[in-house]
């Protein structure tokens, strides 16, 4: 028997929550970059808890960049779908409804610009994966190479990336004498709303230096931790979405019970009551961010490439190998070491969080989907705490470790989902078995200068790539 789609018109089961609002009365206040799963189980989720609290216009307007597949299913459902909290005690189901409207900017960017100029938008936020900035590898502000920034300072008026979407909005309303949007980065870059910031008024700068100025002094660019993992959909998720709802849900997603959001309370026009559904304001959200990105970031990166190298689907099975739960325990004890206090939290007991957490054995997170764009993220979570410590005189053989175990698995596989995978599968075919890392340094931009200088590190990845050949 084939079922119905999840729509407004769907009654959920009792043993299924759905939005404690009128919907008919949502209207939008966010704008979101990246309508991908992340966003669906984590930031929608913190906006449908707050309109709960206390309701008002924060609708989200969810705006794919390029691919309208998620933007037409989500349509079809009437901005509808479902996440199902999964750990041992069971599977908890429940119905998001927080999206107002659904756009693809490759085909509606006149659209997306409209509602970036309205008033009725105070706030902006992006997931859209640490690539997609166009960070430059090496001085971390604007790449004029990469090809949507490239794009965007060639024609301003029709952007194609997040920057310049966000330059032309912001650029519109000063035009109409509208206050700027706050613009909220939730990607794992670290001080993630100053590099955003950064890149805003470079892109304006080239543009018109009196918008950059007029962004600068009225702008606001929050900094902001995210942490929840959400596994890549598959069939399976689709169809115990199908068991729990009565109905088909084409972006069902399973995640876990954890949730955690660190924000900056730095807003121009005001927002959501984020707090009430457990989001935690803080002056400076540094701390968190480092903690994040060092202690689970950087293990995961560990994990998923030990995985590969094992043949090792997802996470909970690397977490079956006592050798393997040894070496990820042992980087997070080296780690730990390079963390100021972070208030509120109990890096112990955090530790041992990350660890139950990883080996939730409902949770299907695979390595392949954790390893993707390693090259744009290993850079905040193993290099930049390896250089810290190479400065105060110790050898960073911990971070080494992760470095050779990446190289390595590129090695062995001869591929990788990755935006520098030719440059890497290059060096991989050139990587000897006396100095197997070699090839690799010589990539520009891809190690920092310090580690590249460092014959003794580069022993040390040499010695940990060795282990695998």
Known sequence: MTLQRLSSATVLPETVTGPPFDRTKLRPGIVHFGLGAFHRAHQAVYTQKAL?????????????????????????????????????????????GSTVDWICAADQRDQVLAYLASPDIRIVTLTVSEKAYGLHPTTGGLDPDHPSVAADLQNPQAPVGPIGFIVEGLALRRNLDVAPFTVLCCDNLPSNGKILRR?????????????????????????????RIVPAATEETRQRASRLLGVEDAL???????????????????????????????????????????LLNGSH???AHLGLLDGLECTRDVMTVERHVDDVERHLNTVVKTL???????????IQQ??????????????????????????????GPAVEVFGQGEDGAAYAHVVGVWLAAVCRLQDCNDPRRDELLSAAARSSDEHPSAPFFEIPGLFPQALIDSQAWRVLVDAEMKQWR
Request: glycine share 6%.
């Open 52 to 96: 709960e609290a206390e309701f008002g216009p924060w609708g989200i307007v969810a705006v794919n960049l390029r691919s309208p597949e998620p933007v037409k299913a989500i349509g079809e459902q009437d901005g509808l779908y479902s996440i199902t909290v999964r750990d041992t005690e069971g599977d908890r189901s429940e119905v998001i």
């Open 199 to 227: 890149l805003v008024l470079d892109m304006a700068n080239r543009r018109d230096p009196a918008l950059a100025e007029w962004i600068a002094e009225n702008g606001a660019f929050p900094s902001s931790m995210v942490d």
């Open 252 to 294: 069902a997603l399973d995640t876990e019970p954890f949730l955690q959001w660190v924000i900056e309370d730095e807003f121009v026009s005001g927002r959501p009551q984020w707090e009430a559904a457990g989001a935690l304001f803080a002056v400076d959200v540094e701390p968190y961010e480092k903690m994040k990105l060092r």
């Open 301 to 303: 990166t560990l994990l």
């Open 340 to 350: 100021d206090p972070v208030p509120g939290i109990d890096l112990s007991a955090y």
């Open 354 to 383: 990350l660890l139950q957490r990883f080996a939730n054995p409902t949770i299907a997170h695979r390595c392949a989907q954790i390893a993707m764009d390693t090259s744009q993220k290993i850079p905040q979570r193993i290099f």
